[in-house]
């Protein structure tokens, strides 16, 4: 599968812990997004890297979170102290392969539940 | 924020109707992308587009790029009951990043 993939698919967390989420883009893509979906809306824009620069950053992103991709390749996106509001899908999106353009393929999504 | 208005909110249709939904916005946007996403997965990119009025083809799925580049529509023609799932539409603005602005989604739902 060349596809983006994410890890954990899911995962279940008391409020306060750390959580840190992986995501794989597809191995050519150059750009990585983090999104945040929670139910019955679309997915939100956290962040964005090409290659390991990050870019931007949505005002979602609280101190609280942060984002990395060391090498260009993989991201990983932590939560500290984590509270009942940050329950949500988190997506990850690739994108800039040579026929791609400006199109984003998102991975299955970390769905994410503060208890 | 920017936001998109996306249009119906859900539709319940007969398998082999056609199917109609569009988003609009009060800002220009230089690419939309239209997704379909099935429970508890990611969404799947459909159909891409980059220019005003250019019309484009997926199988049984059409979707225009609007010429004031404020607005797109996606039609499903002959719905079966896989088309069944949430259907977003998404804009980048012109200058940006490349961050999409997605809209709230369309339910379809599918009597066989």
């Known amino acids: 599968d060349t596809g983006v993939s994410q890890d954990p698919r899911h995962k279940i967390t008391k409020r306060g812990q750390n959580v840190t989420f992986r995501c794989d883009p597809i191995s050519e893509h150059n750009r990585l997004y983090w999104y945040r979906q929670t139910l019955g809306q679309g997915p939100e824009f956290l962040t964005y890297?090409?290659?390991?620069?990050?870019?931007?950053k949505s005002r979602l992103l609280s101190d609280r979170f942060s984002a990395e991709r060391p090498k260009g390749s993989f991201s990983t996106l932590e939560i500290q102290r984590t509270e009942q509001g940050d329950s949500a899908m988190y997506l990850c999106a690739s994108s800039g392969g040579p026929s791609s353009y400006n199109e984003q393929f998102f991975g299955p999504g970390t769905r994410l539940t503060v208890l | 924020g920017q936001q998109l208005n996306q249009s119906p909110q859900s539709m319940f249709i007969q398998e082999g109707e056609d199917v109609s939904m569009n988003c609009t916005s009060s800002s220009i946007f230089n690419t939309w992308l239209w997704y379909k996403q099935d429970p508890g997965e990611g969404p799947v990119l459909l159909i891409a587009l980059y220019k005003a009025g250019e019309l484009t083809s997926n199988g049984r799925l059409t979707a225009q790029f609007g010429i004031t580049r404020k607005d797109s529509f996606l039609n499903i023609s002959a719905s079966i009951p896989s088309d069944v799932g949430i259907y977003f539409c998404a804009g980048q603005l012109g200058g940006s990043q490349g961050n999409l602005i997605f809209g709230k989604g369309t339910k379809l739902s599918v009597k066989p």
């Open positions: 890297f090409q290659n390991e620069a990050q870019l931007e």
